[in-house]
């Protein structure tokens, strides 16, 4: 075999700060709370939702938006999630408001079997009596083929009666939603019904590759764990504190009706070196009422025990950053946190950002994703949370904004190459590796790299199974500048495929994928 063309140059480091553009998805009938879901069989596909009963549908990227007032016989009454299995259905799950019911009695979900476009009438988990069913999130599980949903049950919603009292429960489908398991208690220590601090809130469930469930929630200054290493059936004698949350999880923002740091658990299940990596992500005001941080922890160990918390946002200011949501693209394990951001200003305008780290949440890079400024107001409910999916480097953050007391929904233009370029790494980072260009591509194609700190590095490739293919770099010392390689398909053996390719320094490690196609 001929060795592989390297060519490499030393350059002036040139960075180029592009615009994101922003795509106005809704602002008719007063949307917030908004979520968001990329199709893993078609990343061309994505649906959005916001409160109280709004789905949205693209099929073109998310260049192009078509909204959907939904209905069901339980009601559609606001925290809406929507997900999707491996097969391209999508579920809303949603609270409840039914004509012959309760307020809130039941977690409802609904499935479209045709890309979002429509939806089902639905099932639904969690009647119990009168007592109020708040705040759920789901997700699907590629192992099992089950769907698991956690959520806080109320015995009385705003109720002072300290015989009343708030539980995690959980509740799973095993024939995609049709059906329901009895919701169980999952938590051992219950909360109050005031939903503030002293509530158990903020459940999100995550998966592992191998039949396990994670989930985090908030009381008062701590964030408790749990896991089931069963699919469900059983859960840990005694919560695990994975972080504590100093002054709570529900506190004030100029300029918002209210304001909470709840908690977002994600897991790694890509060919990473963070496979496995389960991450919290919250906000909190440890450090003042004026100086709100979003922050994740981390365990390498199934959650039993897990890292200080790290600061999300990069600024040294002293402002709010806040209602952070977060994901980590299961193709790379890059890890993507979106939230508001006031570093700019010293009053109540506010920004959105999206923080990403490539090396297993030690460190993040911030890069300002919203062209315009907004400044809210305490009588426009701006909703509880944002969200953002990502998947095969495809970055698609969904957030609400306020302009003269109407609100919007938004999202963004972003993948993972472009962000890089805009974040100006080398300033924190050793190096930053680029999409290769073409990609996909049958023969040649030229990886590029910027190499902030002079060193040895390494460049190997590797198939999607992880097996390693070739040292494309082995261990070579490079001086700091732009370094680019020609990948030749032909002279490395390589078929028509999806391969990644990993740039090492140290510790720290950068992976792409790239794409063979035959001509």
């Not at 069989?41 to 192009?64: E, H, R, W």
């Not at 005031?194 to 200054?221: C, F, M, Q, R």
Request: aromatic share 12%.
């Amino acid at each position: 075999m001929k060795r592989l063309l390297l060519l490499f140059f030393i350059s002036n480091l040139q960075v180029s700060f592009a615009q994101f553009t922003n795509i106005l998805i809704d602002h008719n009938g007063d949307p917030n709370e908004t979520t968001i879901c990329v199709n893993p069989n078609n990343p061309q596909n994505i649906v959005g939702g916001a409160n109280l009963n709004f789905t949205y549908q693209s099929n073109d990227g998310g260049l192009t938006w078509e909204k959907n007032s939904v209905s069901c016989p339980y009601g559609v009454w606001g925290d809406p999630c929507i997900i999707s299995d491996t097969m391209g259905n999508f579920y809303f799950i949603h609270l409840s408001n039914p004509p012959n019911g309760n307020w809130i009695d039941r977690i409802v979900c609904q499935k479209s079997t045709d890309s979002g476009a429509s939806w089902s009438n639905g099932s639904y988990t969690g009647l119990n009596g009168a007592r109020a069913q708040d705040k759920a999130w789901a997700i699907f599980d590629a192992l099992s083929q089950n769907i698991y949903v956690t959520w806080t049950q109320f015995d009385s919603y705003g109720s002072n009666d300290p015989a009343d009292s708030s539980i995690i429960l959980f509740s799973k489908s095993t024939d995609l939603g049709v059906t329901w398991s009895t919701p169980m208690r999952i938590n051992r220590t219950a909360g109050d019904c005031h939903d503030s601090d002293g509530t158990v809130e903020g459940a999100v469930p995550a998966v592992s590759d191998d039949g396990k469930i994670y989930v985090a929630w908030s009381l008062n200054d701590t964030i408790y764990f749990d896991r089931s290493d069963d699919e469900g059936d059983t859960w840990l004698d005694a919560d695990i504190a994975a972080s504590s949350q100093p002054d709570g999880w529900d506190y004030n923002i100029q300029g918002l009706q209210r304001c909470n740091g709840l908690p977002v658990t994600k897991c790694d299940l890509s060919n990473s070196p963070y496979h496995g990596t389960i991450y919290i992500n919250w906000t909190d005001q440890r450090n003042g009422s004026a100086n709100t941080d979003v922050f994740i922890a981390k365990s390498t160990d199934n959650g039993n025990t897990w890292s200080d918390a790290v600061k999300v946002n990069d600024d040294t200011t002293q402002t709010n950053q806040f209602m952070s949501w977060m994901d980590v693209d299961q193709t790379d394990g890059v890890i993507y946190v979106v939230f508001y951001d006031r570093r700019n200003y010293v009053n109540k305008n506010t920004d959105v950002f999206l923080a990403y780290s490539t090396d297993g949440g030690s460190t993040f890079t911030n890069v300002k994703i919203s062209e315009d400024l907004f400044s809210p107001s305490a009588s426009v409910f701006l909703g509880d949370y944002t969200n953002i999916s990502a998947y095969d480097g495809k970055v698609v953050p969904i957030w609400t904004r306020e302009d003269g007391g109407q609100t919007s929904v938004w999202t963004a233009q972003i993948d993972i190459a472009t962000l890089a370029e805009t974040a100006s790494p080398l300033a924190t980072k050793h190096f930053m590796l680029y999409q290769n260009v073409p990609n996909p591509f049958s023969d040649i194609t030229t990886i590029e790299m910027n190499i902030g700190q002079s060193g040895y590095y390494t460049l190997t490739l590797f198939d999607m199974m992880g097996r390693k293919i070739a040292d494309l770099i082995s261990n070579q010392f490079l001086r700091r500048g732009h370094a680019k390689i020609t990948l030749d398909a032909r002279r490395l053996g390589l078929n028509e495929s999806a391969y990644y390719y990993s740039l090492r320094k140290d510790n720290e490690i950068m992976t792409k994928q790239l794409v063979i196609v035959n001509q």
